[in-house]
C-alpha cells in the first residue's frame, strides 16, 4: 500500500513540473515577442513612441541603448523624459510621472504640476529666498524658507520671517501666504504667487476665503491668529498692533489717525468692551451685550499722555478739543481725556485698555478745576469753559446758599460748608462738608447753638477713599427760624465756629381781605432757580381748583406757570417749571385761582446756584464780582457781601460823624480818613471815638465803666458821676489840687478830650482821655506830679491801668491814652464795671419813652434811629441819693450835625419837673410853628421820662439845656 502511494505522488509531482515547465517557455516565448528591440520610449502596447510624449498612464519603458528595460520613470532621466511635461531632478527623481508626485520635494527642489505645466522642479536656492510657488494640483502655496526646504500652506496659521521680511500663511490655496514687502516692491512676488502687501496694508485670517486642499473636502480653519488684523510696515514686518512709537509712517499709510505714540483705530487693538468680560456689559459707547455675559465691540479709546491727540470711540480729538456727544463735559488736554464732574456711568465705565490693568479713560475733576496752563476750567453747569485768562479756581454759591468757611492758620480752608440743596431749611436740611486734605476715614461733627444752649449736633460723617467731602444727616432738632452758631470739629477736635442762619421754606405769601391767604408759596427746594424750580401752593379752596400765575418783568408778560388743579383731599398743588425766566432779576407774578387774580408777589429769579470765580471773588447768580473787602462803599446782594472769596453776612455801618459803609467783619467800624471810608479793628479810636466789637462808642464810656467798678470797690453809698466836655464837666470840678483848682489846672494844661468826674462822700476821682503822650502830664506837672515811680506805668501791651506816683493817686492806661486821678489813694481794678448796667440804665428809659410818647418832637411818627444810636455814652449823667430814693439818670447823643437827642429819668423827686419843662417847650415854639425840636415829659408813678430833641440851629437844643437838666439839679 505504501509503494502504491508513493508511487501515485511521483506521477503527480511530474505532471506539476511539466505543467510550470510549459508555463515558463510559454511566457518566455511571449516576452520575447512582445519586447522591443531598438532603445527608446513604449507605450504599453509596445509601440515605440516619441520622448516626451507619453501620459503617466501609457508609459510602457524605456530601453536604453544596452537593450536594458527600464519601467519606471525614476529610474532613468531618459525614461523621464519620455512622459509629457516631466522634469527629472539631478538627484535621481522624476517629477510628473505620477500623482504622488504632486508636492514632492527632494534635495530642495519641488515638484509642481500644473494643467500648464504638468510636471516641473523648481529649484530652492539662496538666491530664491522667499519665492512662493502655487503647486496647482495640491492647490497649495509653497514658501522657500533657506535654500532646501519649501514650507508648505495648508491651512494652518503660521509667519515665517525670511531675508528681512516676514510672511503669514492665512489660510489654503491661491493667495493663502502673504508677503509684507514695505515701501520697495524689489524681489517681491519671484514668481507672481501669494499676495504681496505693501507699508499700511492688512490681511485678516479670518476674512480669508480658502481654497479646498486636495487631500481634504475643505480648508482647515487658522488655529492660531485669526482673528487679528496684520498690517506690514515700512520695515517689511507684520504686526498685529500699530501703537507703537516706531509705527507712525504705518499707521497713517493705513488710513489711520496717529497721537504721538500711538495709532488710533486700528481693528484689532482692544476694545473697551473686553474688561467687562464675564462681569455684566456696562452702557459704553461701541459696546453692547455678547448673548450672555460678556461684550462685544471694536472701538477703541487711549489716553496718549503728553501728546497732541488722543483716541476717542476709534476717533482722534485733539488737545483742547471738546469730545462730541457728551455735552462739553469731557476734553484733551495733551493727550489725555478730562471729565468736568461727570456722573453718567455710560462715561465713567470707559476703560483705556492700553493700560495694564485698563484703568478709567476719565480723569475726574470737582467744579473749578483747572487745566495746568488754566486755560480751561471745569464749570458747575458741568461743562468745560474758557477761562479767558481769569481765575477760575474758587467755587462760589449764590449769597442764599454759600454759608461760609472755617479757615486754618494758613489761610486754607479746613472745610466749606453749605447746605444740600441751596438753603438751609429748619428741620429738614443736611450738609455737605468739603474738607481741605481729607484723609479716609476722617470724621467730621457739628454741635448746634442757638442763644447759648444746645440745639442738637449734626451726625457724624466720615469721608470715603478717595472723596474730600462727606455729607451729613438731617439736623432735626433745629425747628426754629433764626441763626444759629456752630462749633465745627474733625476728628473730635475742635476746628472753629460758624454762623448759620435757618429760614423758613416759604417765599411769599399773597393774604385776602379777610387776613386768611389764598396760597402760601414756596419754591420745591427753597430757591428759585430760573428753568428749573417748580413750586407748591398751599390753597385755601375745594379740590379740583385750578391755580396759574402770569409772569411779568418789567411789566412785559414772559408766560405763565403752568395750571395746576387741587387733588381731592389735599389743600395744595404742585406747578411745572417757568422755563420762560432765564434772566436774573425780581419777577412780578400775578397768581390767579380758577382764572380770577387773587394778588401778586414778588421773586427774585437767579441764573445759576453756584459758578467758578476768581480766588477772592464770588458769584452772585449771574456774574463773578469783585472782593469788597477793602471797599466800604461797596454794597451788599442779599445781605451778604464778598469778602475774600466768601459770601458774608454784612450790615450798614457808620462813621462817627454819620457816613454810610460797609465793612468785612462785623467787629470792624467805619471810619473816615479825609474824605476817603475805611474800615478799622475793634479797639482803634480817634479822638473820644472808639471802636468796640463793631460799634463806634467812646473812650469816655470806658472812663464812665472804670469809675464805676472804682466805686463799687470802694463800696460809696451816694454818688454822682458826670462825663461831659470840658466845658460843662470843669465847671463842675470846683475842688483844689495842691495850690490850684482842677479846673484851672486841667483846662491850661491838658489837651483832653471829655471828662468823668465820680464824687462820692467827700472823695473825688476824675478821668479823661487825651490825644497825646501821656508823659505830658508829667512834663507839665498838672497833677502836682512830674515824674513816675512805677517804670510800669507807660507799659501799652494792654488797657490796663498802672499807678504812676507811690501814693497812688494818679493812674495811666497809656494804650487808651486816658488818666484817672484822685485825691486819695486808690486802687484801680483791671476789669470794668458790666456794660450791660449802663446800657440797660439807658434802655430802660428809651423804653418806657417809646411806651409814653406817642407823637415826639421831631416828625408825626416815632423815630427810634436814636435809640439804637445811643451806644457812645460820651455824655452821661448819674446822680444817686439817698440810697437809690432818689435818682437822675441821662444821656445825650447825636451825629455830627443832625439831630441831638436827650434822655432822663428822674427818681423821687420833690417837685413836678414836666411843669416848667412844657412852658418853656410851649413858649420856644411859639417862635417857630415849623422848627422841628422841642421837649416831651412823661409821669408815671412819681417817676418823670423826659426826651429832648434838636439841634444846634433849631430853637431847643438838647446840648444847651443838658446841664441844666443834670448837673445843675441836686438832689436833697
Not at 280 to 304: H, S
Not at 325 to 344: K, M, P, R
Not at 476 to 482: A, E, L, P, R
Not at 553 to 574: Q, R
Amino acid at each position: 500500500m505504501k509503494s502504491k502511494k508513493r508511487e501515485n505522488n511521483i506521477h503527480i509531482e511530474i505532471f506539476y513540473y511539466s505543467f510550470i515547465a510549459i508555463l515558463v517557455i510559454f511566457a518566455v516565448q511571449f516576452v520575447f515577442a512582445q519586447t522591443p528591440s531598438q532603445d527608446g520610449c513604449y507605450d504599453k502596447l509596445g509601440n515605440k513612441q516619441d520622448f516626451n510624449s507619453l501620459t503617466p498612464n501609457d508609459f510602457g519603458s524605456y530601453v536604453t541603448d544596452t537593450g536594458q528595460v527600464q519601467t519606471n520613470p525614476d529610474e532613468s532621466n531618459a525614461a523621464c523624459n519620455c512622459i509629457i511635461g516631466s522634469v527629472w531632478d539631478n538627484n535621481g527623481k522624476c517629477c510628473g510621472d505620477d500623482l504622488n508626485d504632486c508636492g514632492l520635494q527632494l534635495s530642495g527642489n519641488l515638484c509642481q504640476m500644473s494643467s500648464t505645466n504638468p510636471s516641473a522642479w523648481v529649484q530652492a536656492s539662496i538666491a530664491n529666498l522667499g519665492d512662493i510657488r502655487y503647486v496647482e494640483c495640491a492647490r497649495a502655496e509653497y514658501l522657500s524658507t533657506n535654500g532646501n526646504i519649501w514650507k508648505k500652506c495648508d491651512g494652518v496659521f503660521w509667519t515665517e520671517p525670511i531675508g528681512g521680511r516676514d510672511y503669514l500663511c492665512i489660510g489654503a490655496g491661491r493667495g493663502s501666504i502673504v508677503e509684507c514687502c514695505g515701501d520697495s516692491g524689489t524681489n517681491c512676488g519671484l514668481r507672481g504667487a501669494g499676495q504681496q502687501l505693501t507699508t499700511g496694508k492688512s490681511v485678516k485670517p479670518s476674512n480669508f476665503i480658502s481654497e479646498p486642499i486636495v487631500q481634504g473636502s475643505s480648508a482647515k480653519v487658522p488655529a492660531a491668529g485669526n482673528a487679528n488684523t496684520y498690517y506690514c510696515t515700512q520695515n517689511k514686518k507684520f504686526v498685529t498692533d500699530l501703537d507703537q512709537p516706531n509705527l507712525e509712517f504705518a499707521c497713517k499709510k493705513a488710513g489711520f489717525n496717529w497721537t504721538g505714540t500711538k495709532c488710533c483705530s486700528e481693528d484689532d487693538d482692544n476694545s473697551t468692551c473686553s474688561p467687562y468680560f464675564g462681569q455684566g456689559c456696562p452702557e459704553v459707547q461701541g459696546c453692547i451685550p455678547d448673548g450672555g455675559e460678556g461684550c462685544i465691540g471694536n472701538t477703541e479709546y487711549y489716553n496718549d499722555p503728553g501728546q497732541r491727540f488722543a483716541c476717542w470711540k476709534s476717533l482722534v480729538i485733539e488737545s483742547g478739543s471738546y469730545v462730541k456727544d457728551t455735552d462739553y463735559s469731557v476734553i484733551n488736554y495733551l493727550g489725555e481725556f478730562h471729565g468736568c464732574a461727570i456722573a453718567q456711568d455710560s462715561l465713567k465705565g470707559i476703560k483705556d485698555t492700553h493700560s495694564q490693568p485698563p484703568t478709567p479713560l476719565i480723569t475726574n475733576h470737582h467744579y473749578c478745576s483747572n487745566n495746568p496752563v488754566q486755560n480751561y476750567y471745569c464749570s458747575y453747569s458741568g461743562m468745560w469753559n474758557l477761562t479767558q485768562n481769569k481765575d477760575k479756581s474758587h467755587l462760589s454759591f449764590v449769597p442764599s446758599t454759600g454759608i461760609g468757611s472755617i479757615f486754618k492758620s494758613d489761610g486754607t480752608p479746613y472745610f466749606t460748608f453749605y447746605p444740600n440743596d441751596g438753603t438751609m431749611v429748619a428741620g429738614m436740611d443736611s450738609f455737605v462738608f468739603t474738607l481741605n486734605g481729607a484723609q479716609p476715614s476722617d470724621k467730621l461733627s457739628v454741635d448746634i447753638y442757638k442763644n447759648g444752649n444746645p440745639a442738637g449736633s449734626v451726625v457724624v460723617c466720615e469721608v470715603g477713599p478717595g472723596q474730600s467731602s462727606c455729607a451729613s444727616s438731617a439736623v432735626s432738632q433745629q425747628v426754629d427760624v433764626g441763626r444759629y452758631m456752630e462749633d465745627v470739629f474733625i476728628n473730635n477736635q475742635k476746628r472753629g465756629t460758624i454762623n448759620v442762619e435757618v429760614v423758613s421754606s416759604s417765599a411769599g405769601n399773597t393774604f385776602r381781605s379777610e387776613g386768611d391767604p389764598y396760597f402760601i408759596f414756596a419754591p420745591n427746594n427753597g430757591i428759585l432757580v430760573a428753568g428749573r424750580d417748580s413750586f407748591t401752593f398751599e390753597l385755601h379752596g375745594n379740590p379740583g381748583d385750578t391755580l396759574s400765575v402770569n409772569a411779568f418783568k418789567d411789566g412785559n408778560s414772559i408766560g405763565s406757570i403752568l395750571v395746576c388743579a387741587i387733588p381731592v383731599g389735599s389743600n395744595s398743588c404742585t406747578s411745572s417749571a417757568i422755563p420762560q425766566q432765564e434772566n436774573v432779576g425780581f419777577y412780578k407774578e400775578d397768581v390767579l385761582i380758577n382764572g380770577q387774580v387773587k394778588g401778586a408777589i414778588n421773586l427774585l429769579v437767579i441764573s445759576g446756584q453756584a459758578e467758578c470765580c476768581g480766588n477772592n471773588e464770588c458769584w452772585d447768580g449771574n456774574k463773578c464780582i469783585n472782593n469788597q473787602n477793602l471797599d466800604p462803599t461797596s454794597k451788599p446782594i442779599l445781605f451778604y457781601r464778598c469778602i475774600d472769596g466768601i459770601w458774608t453776612p454784612s450790615q450798614l455801618k457808620f462813621t462817627p460823624d454819620g457816613s454810610e459803609g460797609y465793612c468785612a467783619k462785623e467787629t470792624q467800624c467805619l471810619a473816615k480818613e479825609a474824605t476817603l471810608l475805611k474800615c478799622v479793628e475793634s479797639g482803634f479810636y480817634i479822638n473820644d471815638d472808639y471802636c468796640e466789637d463793631g460799634n463806634w462808642t467812646s473812650r469816655t464810656k470806658l472812663l464812665a465803666l472804670k469809675l464805676l467798678r472804682i466805686k463799687e470797690l470802694l463800696g460809696f453809698g451816694d454818688f454822682k458821676i458826670f462825663c461831659d466836655n470840658k466845658e460843662n464837666t470843669l465847671n463842675y470840678l470846683q475842688y483844689t489840687i495842691g495850690t490850684s483848682t482842677a479846673a484851672n489846672i486841667l483846662e491850661s494844661d491838658l489837651k483832653a478830650n471829655n471828662f468823668c468826674v465820680l464824687n462820692s462822700t467827700g472823695q473825688i476821682i476824675v478821668a479823661g482821655t487825651v490825644n497825646q503822650d501821656l508823659r505830658s502830664i508829667l512834663t507839665k506837672n498838672i497833677f502836682g506830679i512830674s515824674i513816675c515811680d512805677n517804670p510800669q506805668a507807660f507799659v501799652d501791651s494792654d488797657s490796663h491801668y498802672r499807678f504812676c506816683d507811690s501814693a497812688k493817686k494818679l493812674w495811666f492806661s497809656q494804650k487808651l491814652k486816658s488818666f484817672i486821678f484822685s485825691n486819695k489813694r486808690i486802687d484801680v481794678p483791671p476789669d470794668y464795671y458790666p456794660q450791660s448796667i449802663l446800657r440797660d440804665l439807658i434802655k430802660n428809659i428809651v423804653d418806657k419813652l417809646k411806651q409814653l410818647v406817642s407823637s415826639p418832637p421831631i416828625g408825626n411818627t416815632y423815630d427810634d434811629s436814636f435809640i439804637k444810636g445811643i451806644k457812645k455814652f460820651d455824655r452821661l449823667y448819674v446822680d444817686v441819693a439817698l440810697q437809690g430814693a432818689r435818682s437822675i439818670s441821662g444821656s445825650i447823643e447825636g451825629i455830627g450835625s443832625g439831630n441831638r437827642n436827650a434822655v432822663f429819668q428822674y427818681k423821687g423827686l420833690n417837685f413836678d419837673i414836666c411843669g416848667p419843662l412844657k412852658l418853656y417847650n410851649q413858649t420856644k415854639k411859639q417862635d417857630s410853628k415849623n422848627d422841628q425840636s422841642g421837649i416831651v415829659c412823661k409821669n408815671e408813678n412819681g417817676i418823670y421820662y423826659v426826651l429832648a430833641q434838636g439841634n444846634h440851629f433849631t430853637l431847643i437844643d438838647p446840648d444847651k439845656i443838658w446841664p441844666d437838666m443834670t448837673s445843675k439839679l441836686r438832689l436833697k
